[in-house]
């Protein structure tokens, strides 16, 4: 019976209907008051037309079959009147509904390795997937595929979709992170599940494994009826957003996200013989101070082989100096040995250090490598890279400020004794302070807004609590081309007296990570604790310490703030690092931001709520206040071109390409006064450029290549790459007749192939941090046992429009064919 009712009312996916309201009527015509008496007024007008016609159109037959007529055709104009009044059913139902079970399946690259396995790993696939029929080995995506087309009986797909699940199965893949695809579920117009067809859907193109991005997409489609997640992968991840994260906040991780358990299928090799090598640098290198380049090799299956490390530099740009001679060509450079160091292989994993003093500033790449061993089975990952900027002198840091406070006083005091900064790259412009002071002074500046070749030399701004009115228009509109146009970082600490609704309607509003409003107050009615946010775990500036337990311990030194300055909202492109514990912004559920970040253009903004961050020298002095603002300096400071050499810029898009793609080399350009060349004043259309490319084994050749102008201040070129090898290109200057060069590589091996084993660990933890259970090919036929298909169950209050429901059409189709029926019988025309 309770069926037949829900299919009556068009619900057939109810358990049971346990409330009925009373039907009302929906339409807006009927809405008011009045509504109720034109039903009314119809449903009479309905029975009295009916009425009329048979009674007074209608001669023949008896009165009382007549009158019979005139009902049911009353009844029916009647139930037409109401179908236009749009009847509603308010029902409280119950709901069931088959769980979802999301299936994932690995499409990179790195599922078209073929691992070479030990006996004991190929007895136990044999005894769960059939083996190859040939010699070869088969690739992971080959082993996925026979797994999914073994009998009914043992297949595990087909069996999760017997025990009740509703089984959705995707394709992870993607160029430059991960994407799901969603595969058919059969290849017929039906609905049921076939594994054959979707094993046939199974690729391995995709270029990275990010497996962050992969669970974000596949949380953003979930629905409540998730019930779990399964993931077929080598689980190789390297690229984008770690899927869990940081321990301490693994929280806000990608796989929490899913809101449901993880189930690892691991496919690919646990051992390979493979060597493996990872070079660390010092954030921080400058000319002529010692430091050290870490090594640290990772190795499988090589105990005790002896192994070859040697380190190189070579410069990227920058001046001239012993070390690097260009060659008759001009256009490769020398080598600089860093060390070469032999040694042996013990334990997984060991590091070498280089000791190291700079002789040179400018940007240089730093390469480490190891010849390949016997019987290595990737090769690719024997060698690291990194770029680092060398600086000759200092960093550049210009403080923006009305008068002195204590945030501007022990700001000055760190950097003053910071190796990079120093006494020299500190300079301040302080508008209460005595003009002759200001012009005596060499800490000061005398003018807010200096010689644009002087201002752009800065690498890093701040801006502190000011009047809106001491800003120009001309210093506004510098600090936007600093940030935008040549990558500077840009720092804005609020102050109680004026605050950042100061810079409302200025040039410098739409830079800044927050929303403001002119004459906003600061708040100060009660003492608070700053909250760390999960984004502040990506910065490192936002790390005080070496573990969680240090890190809460320094931001807790900062005690119970006594104020901030609130905003009205977050900018869309920011990120909060640091958060109010109980204040939100306008729209009443986003936290007031204390530290935020945002990117603009090519450089980054930070804003600060507050300038009492020098409460972090409590009972430690400046150890956690100099690593804050030292790495937020860092960040903003180191990250681009420093100095002057923000005038001329050579970059590529990516330092590694694949054969047959296209690089794209971008020059920003500018003359002495950085003013964009190509301008009016500078009709320049291309630059001059020398391109070394691979010409077969061991060699290479050159040609010159014009860069043509994109807009002013960027000149752009796409360089085809037609072989594997290393490509260099070096552009002119025509400012300073010097050059500078950028270096990528191109390869035949994707990222895919640097690891030649699976990420069991990962695999593990990723089950185990979502409640999920590990498996592998061999034991995935016990995933569908261990699981148990419990229908989703809802109880919602639902309002059912009435007039579309079957039972409405019955009625309706009973009344039409009743009547025509009965005038049958009564031999009416």
């Given at each position: 019976m309770q069926q037949v009712l829900s299919w009556l009312l068009?619900?057939?996916?109810?358990?049971?209907?346990?409330?009925?309201?009373?039907?009302?009527?929906?339409?807006?015509?009927?809405?008011?008051?009045?509504?109720?008496?034109?039903?009314?007024?119809?449903?009479?007008?309905?029975?009295?037309?009916?009425?009329?016609?048979?009674?007074?159109?209608?001669?023949?037959?008896?009165?009382?079959?007549?009158?019979?007529?005139?009902?049911?055709?009353?009844?029916?104009?009647?139930?037409?009147?109401?179908?236009?009044?749009?009847?509603?059913?308010?029902?409280?139902?119950?709901?069931?509904?088959?769980?979802?079970?999301?299936?994932?399946f690995d499409g990179t690259e790195s599922m078209d390795l073929r691992d070479e396995l030990t006996a004991e790993a190929q007895s136990r696939l044999a005894a769960a997937v059939p083996p190859p029929s040939g010699d070869e080995p088969r690739s992971r995506l080959e082993w996925v595929q026979a797994s999914l087309r073994t009998g009914e009986g043992d297949n595990w797909l087909a069996r999760l979709e017997q025990k009740g699940y509703r089984v959705e199965p995707?394709?992870?893949?993607?160029?430059?992170?991960?994407?799901?695809?969603?595969?058919?579920?059969?290849?017929?117009?039906?609905?049921?599940?076939?594994?054959?067809?979707?094993?046939?859907?199974?690729?391995?193109?995709?270029?990275?494994?990010?497996?962050?991005?992969?669970?974000?997409?596949?949380?953003?489609?979930?629905?409540?009826?998730?019930?779990?997640?399964?993931?077929?992968?080598?689980?190789?991840?390297?690229?984008?957003?770690?899927?869990?994260?940081?321990?301490?906040?693994?929280?806000?991780?990608?796989?929490?996200?899913?809101?449901?358990?993880?189930?690892?299928?691991?496919?690919?090799?646990?051992?390979?013989?493979?060597?493996?090598?990872?070079?660390?640098?010092?954030?921080?290198?400058?000319?002529?101070?010692?430091?050290?380049?870490?090594?640290?090799?990772?190795?499988?299956?090589?105990?005790?082989?002896?192994?070859?490390?040697?380190?190189?530099?070579?410069?990227?740009?920058?001046?001239?100096?012993?070390?690097?001679?260009?060659?008759?060509?001009?256009?490769?450079?020398?080598?600089?040995?860093?060390?070469?160091?032999?040694?042996?292989?013990?334990?997984?994993v060991q590091q070498v250090e280089f000791p190291y003093t700079p002789e040179e500033a400018g940007r240089f790449e730093f390469i480490a490598e190891a010849l390949p061993l016997s019987g290595e089975s990737v090769e690719q990952n024997n060698r690291s890279s990194r770029e680092m900027n060398i600086i000759d002198d200092y960093l550049r840091l210009m403080y923006v400020a009305y008068e002195p406070d204590w945030e501007w006083r022990f700001i000055k005091e760190v950097f003053h004794r910071d190796k990079l900064v120093g006494m020299e790259g500190f300079r301040t412009y302080l508008a209460s302070s005595d003009p002759r002071v200001r012009e005596s002074n060499v800490l000061f500046l005398p003018t807010l807004?200096?010689?644009?070749?002087?201002?752009?030399?800065?690498?890093?701004?701040?801006?502190?609590?000011?009047?809106?009115?001491?800003?120009?228009?001309?210093?506004?509109?510098?600090?936007?081309?600093?940030?935008?146009?040549?990558?500077?970082?840009?720092?804005?600490?609020?102050?109680?007296?004026?605050?950042?609704?100061?810079?409302?309607?200025?040039?410098?509003?739409?830079?800044?990570?927050?929303?403001?409003?002119?004459?906003?107050?600061?708040?100060?009615?009660?003492?608070?604790?700053?909250?760390?946010?999960?984004?502040?775990?990506?910065?490192?500036?936002?790390?005080?310490?070496?573990?969680?337990?240090?890190?809460?311990?320094?931001?807790?030194?900062?005690?119970?703030?006594?104020?901030?300055?609130?905003?009205?909202?977050?900018?869309?492109?920011?990120?909060?690092?640091?958060?109010?514990?109980?204040?939100?912004?306008l729209d009443g559920r986003t936290p007031q931001p204390l530290i935020a970040i945002r990117k603009y253009g090519n450089g980054e903004v930070v804003y600060l709520a507050m300038n009492e961050t020098w409460r972090l020298r409590r009972m430690y002095g400046e150890k956690y206040y100099r690593r804050f603002w030292s790495q937020l300096i860092h960040r903003l400071g180191m990250s681009h071109a420093l100095g002057a050499e923000k005038r001329f810029v050579v970059r590529t898009d990516r330092r590694q390409y694949r054969a047959e793609e296209t690089a794209t080399l971008t020059v920003e350009a500018f003359d002495e006064n950085f003013e964009p060349l190509g301008g009016d004043d500078s009709p320049l259309t291309s630059l001059s450029a020398t391109l070394t490319l691979p010409d077969g084994p061991g060699g290479e050749s050159t040609r010159p290549i014009n860069v043509p102008l994109l807009r002013p201040g960027v000149y752009e070129a796409r360089i085809p790459l037609y072989a594997a090898g290393e490509y260099a290109v070096r552009v002119e200057d025509p400012i300073t007749d010097n050059a500078s060069e950028v270096r990528f590589e191109s390869t035949n091996v994707s990222a895919e192939r640097r690891r030649a084993i699976r990420d069991a660990a990962l695999q593990e933890e990723l089950a185990r941090a979502t409640g999920g259970r590990s498996y592998d090919l061999a034991t995935v036929s016990g995933l569908p046992d261990n699981l148990t298909a419990e229908p989703i169950v809802e109880t919602l209050t639902r309002n059912h429009p009435l007039w579309s429901t079957p039972i409405w059409f019955i009625a309706l189709m009973t009344l039409m064919l009743g009547e025509w029926w009965l005038r049958k019988m009564a031999r009416l025309a």
């Open positions: 068009g619900l057939p996916d109810a358990a049971s209907i346990d409330a009925v309201a009373a039907p009302r009527l929906a339409a807006p015509w009927v809405a008011d008051r009045s509504g109720p008496f034109w039903i009314f007024l119809g449903v009479a007008a309905a029975v009295l037309l009916a009425i009329a016609f048979y009674s007074l159109g209608q001669r023949k037959g008896s009165l009382p079959a007549r009158l019979g007529l005139a009902a049911f055709r009353a009844v029916l104009l009647a139930l037409l009147l109401v179908t236009l009044a749009e009847p509603v059913l308010q029902l409280v139902l119950t709901s069931e509904s088959s769980p979802l079970l999301y299936v994932l995707y394709l992870f893949e993607g160029n430059s992170t991960s994407q799901l695809r969603k595969l058919q579920r059969t290849s017929d117009r039906g609905d049921e599940l076939s594994p054959d067809h979707i094993a046939e859907q199974l690729t391995n193109t995709g270029q990275v494994t990010a497996l962050g991005a992969m669970l974000d997409d596949a949380a953003a489609q979930a629905n409540r009826n998730l019930a779990g997640v399964i993931v077929v992968s080598d689980f190789q991840h390297n690229s984008g957003a770690a899927p869990l994260g940081l321990e301490e906040r693994r929280q806000a991780a990608p796989a929490l996200r899913v809101a449901a358990p993880i189930h690892t299928v691991g496919v690919g090799a646990l051992q390979a013989i493979d060597l493996a090598i990872d070079l660390q640098t010092n954030p921080k290198m400058k000319r002529a101070e010692r430091t050290t380049l870490f090594v640290k090799l990772r190795q499988t299956g090589l105990e005790g082989q002896d192994v070859n490390v040697r380190v190189v530099g070579r410069r990227l740009s920058g001046g001239q100096g012993s070390g690097v001679r260009g060659q008759e060509s001009g256009v490769t450079v020398d080598e600089i040995v860093v060390g070469d160091k032999n040694g042996r292989l013990e334990g997984p807004t200096p010689a644009r070749s002087e201002f752009f030399a800065n690498d890093v701004v701040f801006l502190g609590d000011v009047p809106g009115g001491m800003l120009g228009d001309r210093f506004c509109e510098m600090v936007k081309q600093f940030v935008g146009v040549f990558g500077g970082g840009l720092v804005v600490i609020s102050g109680p007296r004026f605050g950042p609704g100061e810079l409302a309607g200025s040039p410098l509003e739409e830079m800044l990570p927050v929303l403001v409003e002119r004459g906003s107050k600061l708040r100060d009615s009660a003492e608070f604790r700053l909250t760390l946010t999960p984004q502040a775990e990506l910065y490192p500036f936002m790390t005080l310490g070496d573990d969680e337990a240090e890190n809460n311990r320094a931001w807790s030194l900062l005690g119970r703030l006594p104020w901030y300055q609130p905003v009205r909202g977050l900018h869309e492109q920011a990120e909060t690092l640091a958060a109010h514990p109980s204040d939100t912004v």
